[in-house]
């Protein structure tokens, strides 16, 4: 008899459905599965064999049966433990040992020895490819419930698909065979404003730094690239994890991309089940290319899509080798990143704000902090950072040694929250700007921030007076803006008129832009 369970794969960030199919005849004793599995499922005879037995029922080892189990379509590299449970049951099913319809339903999940299921990674794509695929119930473990729920809140998909989270085996037969029933598990709609994310670092805990709080506060409301230089200690990585406090909630499709993300990648926090916080990601400077952009066989995703609609922070950013600077050239740009196999290719989306910070030299100080390097030594440590890769920088901030007198100084308790405010109110206008764009077709592509606009978008939106044309006139043509430098100093001026709530953008505007955008001669870089 041949039985047909529907399962699924991971292809990428998305899910495919695999059908797990069983042949039980009468034979000489043998158990192989085909269609390209990787050794965790090769092994899963095993625990397949074992939990059947520890449920008393007779496993493929007990009975004279040649037994073979196809992973189709078989061209698909199958890889991890999600195929021990539609293993199990096609079995089951083959071997006459229960009665059910497997129609309809899609099913996932590891089994330990003694029959008990353990939580797997992608259970949200693989709810997403149950309701994609217009399917009735999804049937995984118990600890993979809520993830898996999420899909039923989401208000523009009218299919709502059953989720059934099962402890063991021995419960999910109960179940099919309709000897128990388990209520779909469901989430409630304010579940998710319940979630108050804790930070580790508020903005108004840091003193002094007015300046940086200001360059922070505008790469914070139009998504744009920052770069601090200053002497260790000043406040740098504090300031750059402080930005998390000021970022706005994710939106709840938002939400849904960053928790798929997570959850494929097994990173999804415990007891955790839907990310309400932006990723803050900070790789040493030892890392990889590979660990930064995304690799590996199949590729898995970087720092850079894990820091999607995130911050990535890059700290002592002259030191990371020079190869895996020059690979966010693109990503940076484009807001997604493409890797190329023989076989396959995946595209990551890597929307992130790229916040890095150095010193002003090798030796971490200035001519006047004591410990200045040689002329030689500071070219040196310049030429880490190749010109095109800094010209993607929107923001280029001093971060002098903090005063006594600042040190002393009392908390600013509600700059916290004022400042988070003020960069919601700048977002909720960049986003209805660009929704209203996108509806009436002027734009190919949703967008979020300023930092995402295209040239077309940027002549739209950011229009100037003359006298700011005239000095926007001046600094390109003796060559201290590029074409890139030029669309970019628009894009922060716009977010700058953003953050005061102005649809025109001033001569100041433009004025506070060029200086944050140009390099002057404190600047090392």
Known sequence: MVSKILSAALVGLSSQIIEVEVSATKGLRTFSIVGLPDKAIEESKERVSAAINNINLKPPHHQALKVLVNLAPADLKKIGTFYDLPIALGYLLASEQTQFNPQGKLIIGELSLDGTLRPIRGSLPFALLAQ???LNEIILPKENAAEAAIVNLDKNSKHKIKVVGVKNLKETLRYLEHRENIEGFQLDDNWATKYSPNFE???GWIKGQEHAKRALEISAAGAHNLFMQGPPGAGKTLLAKSIISILPKLSFEESLELTKIYSISGL???NTPFLRKRPFRAPHHTS????LIGGGNPPRPGEITLSHRGVLFLDEFPEFHRDVLESLRQPVEEGKITISRARYSFTFPARFTLIAAANP???????????????AQVAMYKRKLSGPLMDRID???NVPAVKYQQLISPEKNEQ???TREKIKIARDIQQERFSRDYKEGNSKRKILCNSEMNIPQVEKYCKLTGKSQNLLKKYVDAKKLSARGYHRVLKLARTIADLDQREEISFQDVGEALMYRLRDEELAF
Do not use: H
């Open 132 to 134: 994609r695929e217009k």
């Open 201 to 203: 670092v508020e903005l």
């Open 268 to 270: 999804l926090p415990k």
């Open 288 to 291: 990889s290319e590979a660990s």
């Open 361 to 375: 030299s090798p030796s971490g100080y200035d001519d006047l902090g004591g410990y200045s390097a040689s002329p």
């Open 395 to 397: 923001i280029f901030c």
């Open 416 to 418: 916290t929250k004022k």
